[in-house]
């Protein structure tokens, strides 16, 4: 079964450094997403990218992120100067069209310390 | 946003069925009703999705009566892997998949 991949699955960071969190969706998928869980919280949507655009963001997605697509397979979430309420997992998802099944990455866990 | 609401937590045994509502009274002519399962540690995990009537597949059920202001997840006979926070989300027809999240509902099934 195709999934969507996630790298690193743990991340510790100091604060003010950058980040990168990568993923490999599924292949044929065309909308990418970012979502991000609080320890104990709720899922939140952070971003959706389209034909190399965003086509949404949350509150949440401000000056300090970035998403990018490379190179035709990867998707990335940069975070610019981490701060400590940034640590939480974050999950990749993909679908191959809007308003159908999403797939999530097995997420990334990141540790601003 | 139409907002979605279902218990907390739920309590089963293994080999019994179970069902857990949703109610999403302010639910909009375009929203699919979109059920999703989460793992400790885990991406969230398509289930089912359904607009009206019954939907089955071969994981769950998905019941939505006409006024669709309300639906039933049904799990039958639940093992200890379906341990699991269980979501019920509205999809908007916006074209992009932004899915809003609830608290879920905790799912523990014992021995």
């Known amino acids: 079964e195709p999934e969507v991949t996630q790298t690193p699955s743990h991340q510790v960071t100091q604060m003010g450094q950058e980040v990168i969190l990568r993923c490999v969706p599924i292949s044929n998928h065309l909308y990418f997403y970012w979502y991000r869980q609080i320890l104990g919280q709720k899922v939140e949507f952070l971003v959706s990218f389209y034909n190399n655009e965003i086509s949404e963001k949350s509150e949440i997605f401000d000056d300090q992120f970035s998403v990018e697509r490379p190179d035709g397979s990867n998707f990335t979430l940069k975070i610019r100067s981490t701060k400590l309420e940034d640590s939480a997992m974050y999950f990749c998802?993909?679908?191959?069209?809007?308003?159908?099944?999403?797939?999530f990455g097995q997420g990334t866990r990141l540790t601003v310390v | 946003l139409a907002k979605t609401t279902q218990p907390i937590s739920m309590d089963s045994y293994e080999g019994q069925e179970v069902n857990i509502t949703c109610s999403h009274n302010?639910?909009?002519?375009?929203?699919?009703i979109t059920w999703y399962q989460q793992f400790p540690s885990q991406g969230p995990r398509f289930i089912i999705q359904g607009y009206k009537t019954k939907v089955t597949n071969e994981v769950a059920s998905l019941f939505i009566p006409a006024d669709r202001k309300s639906s039933t997840l049904s799990l039958p006979r639940v093992s200890l892997s379906d341990t699991a926070v269980y979501y019920c989300?509205?999809?908007?027809?916006?074209?992009?998949?932004?899915?809003?999240f609830g608290t879920g509902t905790r799912l523990l099934v014992s021995p």
């Open positions: 989300l509205l999809d908007q027809n916006t074209g992009f998949q932004k899915l809003v």
């Open positions: 998802a993909s679908s191959s069209r809007g308003n159908t099944e999403a797939f």
């Open positions: 302010n639910i909009a002519t375009n929203d699919y």
